[in-house]
Every structure is written in structure tokens, then in C-alpha cells.
């Protein structure tokens, strides 16, 4: 069995987090790490049904809020939520890092419920937009937070496959969003009543999250780093190369992730002629499906290929972007084929590749940044994809108002998620949790 040692100066506080780390592969986790990724996906669901039902009702909205007036100020909207969503994620996953992710976690489930009901209460452009960005300040606590528990209690043998359940709940949140667009249309619903229902949801079940969530042991070891002031996390991160590149790999196909979900129910119901329901439900029903499918076979799969190379996760990652790459381009041919079953065939090959890319970036994290710059770290990834997926929300009305053609816009965020294939290849692991070690101090 190969072993990986450390420098003899490491302190003992360092060796005792590393010792942790070094679990052998075929250790199962014991039955609460299950039950906490249990508990997660809910959330997970609630979190992504929030933001994807402005997108899937959006003509009920413009209907009902005329003073929303254009495409950019709608694109303003959405790019709005994501700024302050980005600006806040750092801070999130510091405090994670810092304090306690059962906090972290518990408390942004109140704050985003709260503002999720406050939004059915929108009336004119100004308090819509007002409400989008608190909820991106309330929701950006929740995610670095949540996938850093899931990484404590799940160490290398199951790591991936845990993140891929809970972000399965992340996919199962998006469709159901593309069915609120039958709300929306219904006359005894409406887009408010939806907003309303979602926001009583959350609030009624933070009470048992809270009660049944606990910190995972490892995170709460005496002696453990996890003091780090936030010039020393950053520095400590932003140092580290292997970071660097993975924050834009995980930027830039997420700028084409953004596109899908926040403008494909818009673009299917103009350039097909269908319903705001059915185009909702079409935009977003298949290929979260495959991204489902994907993530239990990506993770699956990127656990396995860790038994026989530390780059197991990344060439799992880099098979899903490749997919996406080819997604993009057939997404932005298919408007020209009039066909809705071409955008919908591609969207699926979309959905596979983002469920393989989606399952193994904390994984990946977990093998550059050391546990207690987790959460941390993911936040910064956060800041760094969501600013530009603003730009991109933002970017893609201007471009539609000017009528440039959907097979050029799409073309271009393709081009943009080709690179990012290069980038996570050049990723080099330097932590190891799958795999026994001594440890030397």
C-alpha cells in the first residue's frame, strides 16, 4: 500500500488533523454521516426551489410587475441575487470554518425562508430587487457550510457519492422550480402563492434541522487549527496554486450553468411557441433528471478511480465538462432546428456532464485545502463563479435585446468551458484521505 509522509516539523496539532485525514479506504462511515447527508437534502431542495422559481415564472412576473420593463432589467434581477450571494460567500464559509456549520446552516435556512415569503409580497421592480439581493445574502451561508459538514463526516471511501446525494437535492429543487410555472399561470395560485408556501416550508423546518444536526467530532478536536484569522486563510489559500486553478475551473462552466437555469424557460417557451409551463418544466425536468443520474454514477465512479490514482476525482470532473462543452453548442443549434426535442435532447447531455462536475469540486477541494479552510475555500469559489454568473445573466439580456443569435451567445460560453477541461488537469492533489499514513512529528 503506498504511504505519504510529511515533514518532521509539522506540528503535532497538524499531525493529529492529518491523522484524522488518513482513514483507510474501506472504513464505512459510521450511520449518522448518512443520516446528516439526510437531513441536508432537503435543504439542498428548498435552497435551489427559492431561486429557480423567479426564472420559470418569469412572464407572470413581468405580467404582474410592469415597472420590470426590459430583458437587461430583468437580467439585473437575477445578476443582483448573485452578486451579494458572491459577496457574502467567503464570509459564510468563514464563519463556518470558524464557529459551527450547524449554526452556519440552521441560521441561513431562517433568514432565506423569511425573505423567500417576503418576495411573494414584491410589488413594483425596486422591492423584487431588493428582495433578490437579501436572499442572495441569506442563502450564501448555507452551501460552503453544508458541503463542508458532508466532507467532516464523509472521509475519501464516500466522500463523493455524499456530495452527489445532496446536490441530487439541489437538482430535485430545479425541477420542481420549473413547475411553478403551472402555478404561476393557475388563477386561484399565482407566482405569490408559491413564494409564500416555500417560505412556511423552511421556517417550520428549521426546528427539527436544528435539533438533530451536530457538528461532525473531527471538526471539534482540541488542539485543531481552526483559529486561522481570515488574512491567514486567505493567504494561506490564494497561496496555494492548485486553489487558484480549481476556483476558475469551477468559474467558468458555471457561468454556462447560470444561463441554463436562469434563461432556458425564456428562450424555450419565444423560440418554440410553447407555454410558460411547459417550457419551465421542459427547461429544467430532463436534464436535472440526468444531472441525478450522473451524480450517483460520477460519484460513484470518482470513488472507485481514488483506488487506483489521487486524480480520480479530477478526470471525473473533466469527462462531465467535456460533456457540457458539447451541450452549449448543441443547446444554440437546436433553436435553429425549430424542434423542441433537439434543445431538449441536448439540455440532457448538459445535465449528465454538470452531475459529474457538480459531485467532485469539494471533493477536489478537500484534496488541495486543509479541513478547516473547507468551507472557507468553497466560499471564495463561490464569490468568484456567482460574480461572474451575474456578469453572465446580466451579459446574456444585453446580448438578447440586441438580437444577437443564440448559436453565437452559446458558442461562447462553450469556448469559455473548453478552457476550464485544461485547468482541472493541471490540478495537483497534495492531501490524501483515502489511504493509511504514518505520521511522523
Known amino acids: 500500500m503506498q504511504t505519504r509522509r510529511f515533514p518532521r516539523a509539522l506540528p503535532p496539532a497538524n499531525c493529529a488533523m492529518l491523522a484524522l485525514q488518513m ?14 447527508v439526510a437531513l441536508l437534502v432537503p435543504l439542498a431542495l428548498l435552497n435551489y426551489l427559492d431561486r429557480q422559481m423567479l426564472a420559470a415564472m418569469k412572464f407572470s412576473l413581468m405580467t404582474d410587475i410592469p415597472d420590470i420593463g426590459s430583458e437587461a432589467n430583468w437580467g439585473k434581477i437575477l445578476a443582483l441575487f448573485k452578486w451579494t450571494y458572491a459577496f457574502l460567500s467567503p464570509i459564510g464559509g468563514y464563519l463556518a470554518d470558524r464557529f459551527s456549520r450547524r449554526h452556519v446552516i440552521a441560521g441561513s435556512l431562517v433568514a432565506w425562508s423569511a425573505v423567500t415569503w417576503a418576495t411573494g409580497q414584491a410589488t413594483n421592480y425596486e422591492q423584487l430587487l431588493w428582495t433578490r439581493a437579501v436572499m442572495g445574502v441569506s442563502e450564501a451561508l448555507y452551501i460552503p457550510a453544508a458541503l463542508a459538514l458532508i466532507a467532516d463526516y464523509h472521509l475519501g471511501s464516500t466522500r463523493s457519492r455524499a456530495v452527489g446525494m445532496h446536490q441530487m437535492g439541489i437538482y430535485a429543487g430545479i425541477i420542481i422550480g420549473g413547475f411553478s410555472g403551472y402555478a404561476a399561470d393557475h388563477p386561484e395560485l399565482g407566482w405569490r402563492w408559491m413564494f409564500e408556501l416555500c417560505g412556511v416550508i423552511g421556517l417550520l423546518y428549521a426546528i427539527p434541522l436544528y435539533l438533530l444536526v451536530r457538528n461532525a467530532p473531527a471538526a471539534e478536536q482540541p488542539g485543531e487549527p481552526d483559529k486561522t484569522s481570515p488574512a491567514g486563510a486567505l493567504r494561506e489559500l490564494l497561496g496555494n496554486p492548485s486553489f487558484i486553478l480549481l476556483v476558475l475551473y469551477f468559474t467558468l462552466p458555471a457561468m454556462a450553468g447560470w444561463i441554463v437555469r436562469d434563461w432556458m424557460p425564456a428562450i424555450l417557451k419565444a423560440e418554440f411557441g410553447i407555454g410558460q409551463g411547459k417550457a419551465g418544466v421542459s427547461a429544467t425536468l430532463y436534464w436535472m433528471v440526468a444531472a441525478i443520474a450522473a451524480a450517483v454514477v460520477g460519484g460513484w465512479l470518482a470513488d472507485r478511480w481514488m483506488r487506483r490514482t489521487q486524480r480520480g476525482r479530477i478526470y471525473t470532473s473533466a469527462i462531465g465538462m467535456v460533456l457540457i462543452v458539447i451541450a452549449m453548442m448543441g443547446v444554440g443549434y437546436s433553436t435553429q ?62 446580448l438578447r435585446d440586441k438580437a444577437v443569435p443564440l448559436l453565437a451567445i452559446f458558442g461562447i460560453f462553450a469556448s469559455v468551458a473548453l478552457v476550464s477541461v485544461v485547468l482541472v488537469l493541471l490540478i495537483r492533489p497534495s492531501l490524501t484521505d483515502t489511504a493509511p499514513a504514518p505520521v511522523t512529528h
Do not use: E
Open 337 to 398: 432546428t425549430g424542434v423542441l426535442g433537439v434543445a431538449i435532447a441536448f439540455l440532457i447531455v448538459f445535465g449528465l456532464g454538470w452531475g459529474f462536475f457538480d459531485t467532485n469540486n469539494m471533493p477536489i477541494l478537500c484534496q488541495i485545502a486543509r479541513p478547516h479552510l473547507r468551507a472557507t475555500g468553497y466560499g471564495i469559489m463561490n464569490m468568484v463563479s456567482i460574480s461572474c454568473g451575474g456578469l453572465a445573466d446580466w451579459g446574456f439580456g444585453i
Open 23 to 36: 482513514k483507510p479506504a474501506n472504513d464505512a462511515p459510521p450511520r449518522y454521516a448518512w443520516i446528516v
